[in-house]
């Protein structure tokens, strides 16, 4: 029998069973050899689970593997999703290269990533700013585009760093030089820093500053005058399409309520503790469960906008699964025409738009 390594109970079990039927497959045995020579890699607890078991009450090895299951479900290995991979940051002092290859190797771990939330997983989580500057001047069109110009920009910044071309500069601007450094790896310098750059006077380029968003007569196409309609639209939250969400310009948070919650199957230990109230219509308390992060995107790849959002999660009757409030908006640089039952937002290439639905 080929070596296989020993299931004692607390290890991944799915991905013990799954190499042990694939090894016994291309040996071509039958389903009775495989119930039989399965145990001889059990030990431990395992060993005794299967000691415990009456004689004759395992009639195929699929049954076999099922009981198996339900008795150590907890030892398994708990699958990946797209909320995992957007809390996967680079780390101070790590490298671009070694961020890329540790990036890789968690999301190889999510079933059916889409594209687009890799992307933007990918984009959150790299601390360089003059990479990020670099994307937000041009966005890439695809993962593929973004991986390829990850890979352009690890070899200049190697080749740089092997010919140690560091620029030249006097005892006197030396330390203004390293303070400007140091602030660029904060979140207030990488901010400063952003607005410096987009700031800046570029000669013989012409910087986009064009980000007015407005609203007019052809924007209501579509659109049943007179209306007192509210705005609902539908976006991807987490890694699920999440249909009637309230665009509320008079909500102070946004809200998610329990009922649905429960229904994108996230656990209650994701929930933080809330010490404050929120205050109903009629000025009646309404109790918090908690708050919880969660990815959130709006728009089409690649013109969409992201971001990680903080939501308040309530146990209350509502027709709408959640609230995009103005902090919401604000985070997605979001304006919003209830009368023009539209949405509108910035990226890098432009002015975007979602209708309520």
């Known amino acids: 029998m080929p070596q296989l390594p020993h299931y004692d109970g607390t290890t991944d079990l799915v991905d013990h069973l799954k190499t042990f039927k694939t090894m016994m497959l291309i040996h071509g045995v039958s389903d009775d050899f495989m119930c039989r020579a399965y145990p001889a890699t059990l030990i431990g607890a395992a060993r005794d689970w299967y000691s415990s078991l009456p004689p004759g009450s395992i ?19 708990t699958r990946k999703t797209v909320a995992s991979l957007m809390t996967v940051k680079q780390k101070k002092g790590e490298t671009l290269k070694e961020f890329i290859a540790r990036f890789n190797r968690e999301a190889l771990q999510i079933p059916n990533l889409d594209p687009s939330a890799a992307m933007n997983a990918l984009l959150c989580g790299v601390r360089s700013v003059d990479f990020r500057m670099s994307i937000v001047k041009k966005a890439p069109t695809s993962l593929a585009d973004l991986i390829t110009r990850v890979e352009k920009y690890i070899t200049a910044d190697e080749t740089l760093t092997a010919l140690n071309l560091i620029p030249d500069v006097d005892d006197g601007n030396k330390r203004k030089v390293q303070e400007e450094e140091r602030g660029r790896t904060s979140l207030s310098g990488q901010k400063a820093y952003a607005r410096q750059v987009s700031s800046a006077h570029l000669p013989g380029k012409r910087l986009k500053t064009d980000r007015t968003i407005s609203f007019s007569d052809v924007d209501l196409e579509g659109v049943i005058l007179p209306h007192n309609d509210a705005m609902v639209i539908e976006m991807i939250l ?14 102070s948070a ?28 009629f ?46 908006q604000n985070l997605l640089r979001a304006i919003t025409s209830a009368y023009h039952q539209k949405m509108k937002f910035i990226t890098p290439e432009g002015i975007r738009e979602v209708k309520d639905n």
């Open 283 to 328: 000025g009646n308390i309404v109790s918090v469960e908690g708050s919880v992060e969660l990815p959130m995107w709006v728009g089409n790849a690649p013109h969409h906008n992201f971001a990680m959002m903080e939501f308040l999660v309530v146990k209350a009757q509502s027709a709408c699964n959640t609230i995009l409030g103005r902090p919401g």
């Open 238 to 251: 987490s890694d699920l399409l999440v249909k009637k969400l309230l665009v509320d310009n008079g909500s």
């Open 254 to 281: 946004n809200i998610l309520y329990y009922h649905a919650f429960k229904q994108m199957g996230i656990p209650e230990a994701r929930l933080k503790p809330f010490d404050s109230h929120l205050y109903g219509f």
């Open 59 to 77: 009639r195929s090895f699929e049954e076999f593997g099922d009981q198996l299951v339900k008795h150590f479900l907890s030892s398994g290995r």
